[in-house]
């Protein structure tokens, strides 16, 4: 299958240079191998405006990683760029910043395979060239325009993955009309100071919406339980399973491929349901809600604060039927 590359993205109305200027340098960028799947996916898209916006030819790293496996990107999408030829030692692409200090032996292989495969930048080159800056502005309301268009020129799934996702909403038998809400639990409780509880979010969610039907997206299955039992009057929905009560990614990164894969493609459903609910609620604690908050519409979402106390301390902001 022949692949698009940066440039015809470019074409497509993203260019920040000139379209007939050829691309004067190469990045060759990892993605798949050491966070959670949108972490890996909100931070290339942001290195992928970054390398647009700088003339670089922006080349993938994602083959045999833990989100993406042996085919890499085109386990569950259309290629949107070239693969790099030869797969990076993953100790020598992190997703680190220029002042790490590398060992010496690493920075001999790093040299050595720049110039054994005509590469000027690895990721950790230009990580801090695009990730502070960036996410700074993740949190605003108004859509940007390089992000929804590289979403839309690279968010295209494999047939068979579409088919799977569609047989599993499906399945689920929603009406036309639903609201969604995400819960993140896990190992998320080690990064975030604390995390929301089940009632912060379909409290907020009763301000914004009458609708009975709830999709309820999470990672423990524990959250779906306390819904059905204390909102008799709504009917709810999930993808989690009983057997799931968090999500590690220490963990899944140890599981065998089928099962991560399994995880991913579910992962993609919740994605594609929330993304066409009547209104959902999730917050900036994760960057499934963030990649969400990128491609709805403003007035269809809301994502809480990072930190809960200021959702405590001004609940009638976040309650207000006005989307801040």
């Known amino acids: 299958m022949q692949t698009s590359d940066m440039t015809a993205l470019q074409l497509e109305g993203i260019g920040y240079s000139s379209i007939n200027t050829a691309f004067k340098k190469k990045v060759v960028f990892s993605v798949g191998y050491y966070a959670g799947f949108f972490s890996e996916i909100n931070n290339m898209i942001l290195a992928m405006i970054y390398c647009l916006k700088n003339n670089l030819k922006f080349t993938l790293n994602s083959k045999n990683s833990a989100i993406f496996g042996d085919k890499g990107w085109e386990e569950y999408f259309e290629p949107f760029t070239e693969e790099a030829a030869k797969p990076i030692p993953q100790k ?22 720049k110039i054994q495969n005509d590469v000027n930048y690895l990721t950790f080159d230009i990580w801090d060239k695009f990730y502070d800056e960036s996410w700074h502005h993740a949190c605003d309301k108004q859509l ?56 912060d979010l379909i409290e907020t969610l009763f301000h914004k919406s009458e609708l009975k039907d709830i999709f309820i997206f999470c990672d423990d299955y524990s959250a779906y339980e306390y819904f059905v039992k204390n909102y008799k009057n709504y009917k709810f929905y999930t993808l989690c399973t009983p057997d799931e009560r968090g999500y590690d990614n220490e963990k899944f990164q140890n599981e065998k491929f089928s099962m991560r894969r399994n995880k991913i493609i579910n992962l993609l459903t919740d994605i594609e349901i929330c993304k066409n609910a009547n209104f959902f609620v999730g917050s900036e604690q994760a960057n499934t809600d963030y990649f969400l908050s990128w491609i709805m519409n403003p007035q269809d979402f809301i994502l809480l604060p990072w930190y809960t106390e200021k959702f405590y301390s001004n609940k009638e902001k976040y309650f207000s039927k006005i989307n801040y």
């Open 144 to 199: 940007s325009k390089e992000r929804i268009d590289i979403i839309n020129h690279i968010w295209k799934y494999t047939p068979e993955t579409k088919s799977i996702i569609d047989n599993k909403i499906k399945l689920l038998n929603l009406p036309d009309k639903y609201d969604a809400l995400h819960i993140r639990g896990g190992d998320k409780l080690l990064e975030a100071p604390s995390l929301y509880r089940p009632e």
């Open 92 to 113: 020598i692409n992190f997703r680190i910043t220029t002042n790490y200090k590398f060992r010496l032996k690493d920075l001999l292989r790093i040299n050595l395979y």
